[in-house]
């Protein structure tokens, strides 16, 4: 997210939404470093008053404000011995998730989980998938050919499957969950390192599974990372977007994040939509799957290569005009000018700053302006969203869906529809220095009808995950999408 500083910081880019915040490194600390109970009483206040001050969701609804802080008392009151991070993330991060806002967390520790990988730390050795409240093995880093892909996994050292789907779920923020689940399957480490996490497992697995019906009881070991790492085969995940003819009337553009550098995404844009006109296709499938955000100039940017008139992917948009909020602005601000009023400048910066703090401000947003005919798209457009497709990619696909610029093809966005909270303000808690992610906006997606918070861009066309598909990686959705192409063209 770019403020713009020939705006002032008058806020034409608050709308931008991040789709993950980075970690603050800890000071040093080990994973096995403990705070003590003092310690941690100082943290749990310091993350409800930030909490309460920043997100507007808080602002907005004094029962919700009333539950949090019944809820994070209720877990600091447990709090007798010293903990360390992990244990305060596990214990505090489901509280934060109870708010199902997407965009305020803690940060997991990632670098703990180094930290135990580093000193030999072992991992539960499978990929995972995740189907109706199951839990699948992809793939088996072991040595032991007892276990493989397609087996059912019901429980884990005496712990059912669907415990610890509930138990991992809450440790993740957002209103559909699915999204959190999205995280931790596949090629992704995070279930594993979950496990140890949340119940201490870094030895030996007790595994409960089935396979064609037939159950199987089995001591498995961990392995190291390495193991894991070096049974993988490389994936090219340089480009964060791309173009391509997969027939020769449809054109395919992926678009797997909108938080790279501005200027080149509209290179590539205008590059792009150049060639779509040279290849002369009827369909064009956009893909945002797995996309967890960024930029919504970005997004913006591409949703005027399908517009005819002006348009907001936004209805409305509120700031908490916060002091941390002021704070997080005006450090987008160089810092040899900061001294100055540049705020004052500017009609949304002088509402924001004269606003007490903690009010809510609503912005009046430009529409944005549709490209030139002779540079838009308009032949039949798809896009293909998933429970990954998360903040900004969420964001596009409400608007893409709304605008009516095409048919949406796949399964529900994690990001939220409807209302949601974004724009992430970033805070350390004082002691075990873990990081605090705080939504410090209010989005407005839908009519203005629509004032409630929904889990997640519903798609035109559903497309159930299937098992199978799943272990060999077979693409459901776009295969779904290239069916319904040809059904219209034989339509025709």
């Known amino acids: 997210m770019n403020f713009k500083i020939l705006l002032l910081i008058s806020f034409i880019s608050i709308a931008s939404l991040t789709g993950c915040a980075s970690s603050k490194s800890a000071q040093n600390f080990s994973y096995s470093t403990q705070f003590t109970p003092e310690q941690t009483e100082q943290d749990v206040d310091f993350l409800f008053n930030a909490t309460r001050n920043i997100n507007p969701l808080l602002f907005e609804n004094p029962l919700i404000v009333t539950s949090f802080k019944q809820r994070l008392d209720s877990v600091r009151n447990e709090i007798l011995v010293p903990l360390t991070r992990t244990e305060f993330y596990v214990r505090f991060a489901p509280v934060l998730s109870s708010l199902q806002d997407g965009h305020t967390y803690l940060s997991i520790p990632f670098d703990d989980i180094s930290n135990y ?226 705020q004052y400048l500017d009609a949304k910066g002088r509402a924001i700053w004269r606003a007490d703090d903690g009010a809510m401000v609503v912005i009046d947003e430009e529409p944005v302006q549709p490209k030139p005919k002779s540079k838009r798209f308009t032949g039949n457009t798809y896009l293909l969203i998933n429970e990954g497709s998360f903040s900004t990619a969420a964001v596009f696909a409400s608007a893409f869906k709304r605008l009516g610029y095409g048919e949406l093809i796949g399964r529900t966005t994690g990001g939220e529809d409807g209302i949601f909270y974004a724009e992430s303000i970033n805070v350390t808690l004082p002691n075990n220095d873990l990081n605090l992610v705080i939504s410090s906006m209010k989005f407005q997606l839908d009519d203005e009808s629509a004032r409630m918070s929904k889990p997640g861009v519903v798609p035109n066309i559903y497309v159930n995950k299937i098992l199978e598909d799943e272990i060999d990686s077979v693409d459901t959705i776009l295969d779904e999408a290239k069916k319904l192409i040809t059904n219209s063209e034989i339509g025709n």
Request: charged share 25%.
């Open 117 to 342: 990988l580093n000193n030999g730390g072992l991992l539960l050795p499978f990929d995972v998938i995740f189907l109706d409240e199951q839990i699948f093995i992809k793939k088996n880093y072991s040595d032991d050919l007892t276990f493989s892909a397609g087996m059912e996994i019901h429980s884990i050292n005496g712990v059912s499957a669907n415990q610890i789907l509930l138990d991992l779920s809450q440790l993740q923020s957002g209103k559909n969950p699915n999204w959190g689940l999205r995280r931790m399957e596949g090629r992704s480490d995070l279930f594993k390192a979950f496990l140890w996490m949340k119940y201490g497992w870094n030895d030996t697995f007790d595994l409960q599974v089935t396979h064609h019906d037939e159950s199987i009881h089995q001591i498995l070991s961990g392995v190291k990372i390495e193991t894991i790492r070096s049974q993988r085969e490389s994936t090219n995940t340089s480009n964060l977007f791309n173009y391509r003819l997969i027939e020769h009337d449809i054109g395919y553009l992926q678009v797997s994040y909108f938080g790279g550098k501005t200027k080149s995404f509209r290179q590539f844009l205008k590059s792009t939509f150049d060639q779509i006109q040279k290849d002369q296709i009827d369909h064009l499938i956009i893909d945002v799957r797995d996309n967890v955000g960024g930029n919504s100039d970005q997004a913006d940017e591409l949703l005027s290569y399908f517009a005819s008139e002006p348009f907001n992917s936004k209805k409305k948009v509120s700031v908490r005009a916060s002091e941390q909020f002021k704070e997080h602005a005006k450090q987008r601000i160089p810092k040899t000018l900061r001294w100055l009023p540049l």
